[in-house]
Nanobody
Framework: QVQLVESGGGLVQAGGALRLSCVAS????????MGWYRQAPGKQREWGAR???????NYVDSVMGRFTISRDNAKNAVFLQMNSVKPEDTAVYYC???????????????WGQGTQVTVSS
């Protein structure tokens, strides 16, 4: 099995910064893609950012230029640097990893438990 553990959430004022971390552990052969999703109160979970094993990144328009996703392949970790945060960034943030558990297996999705980010105005 594979476990993802997020950390770094909390309360921050609008315009401030926060850094989220997510570390994967367990039976991991390789991780092809990692990403961050978020779910605001009363809304569906939405994709926010993704990063491939090679370091290519994509962002949803609403966070482009403010958030930066990065990863440490040696530590099976992904990070989300959140700058210039806004009240509408308030949500539970989840990390996702597409994990291959052995040389013979296919990619499977694994999710973290979520970390709350609250931005006050």
């Amino acid at each position: 099995q594979v476990q993802l553990v997020e950390s770094g959430g909390g309360l921050v004022q609008a315009g401030g910064a926060l850094r989220l971390s997510c570390v994967a552990s367990g039976r991991i052969f390789s991780i092809s893609e990692m990403g961050w999703y978020r779910q605001a109160p009363g809304k569906q979970r939405e994709w926010g950012a993704r990063i491939t094993s090679g370091g290519s990144t994509n962002y949803v328009d609403s966070v482009m230029g403010r958030f930066t996703i990065s990863r440490d392949n040696a530590k099976n970790a992904v990070f989300l640097q959140m700058n210039s945060v806004k009240p509408e960034d308030t949500a539970v943030y989840y990390c996702l990893a597409l994990v291959i558990t052995s040389s013979l297996s296919r990619k499977s999705e694994y999710w973290g438990q979520g970390t709350q980010v609250t931005v006050s105005s």
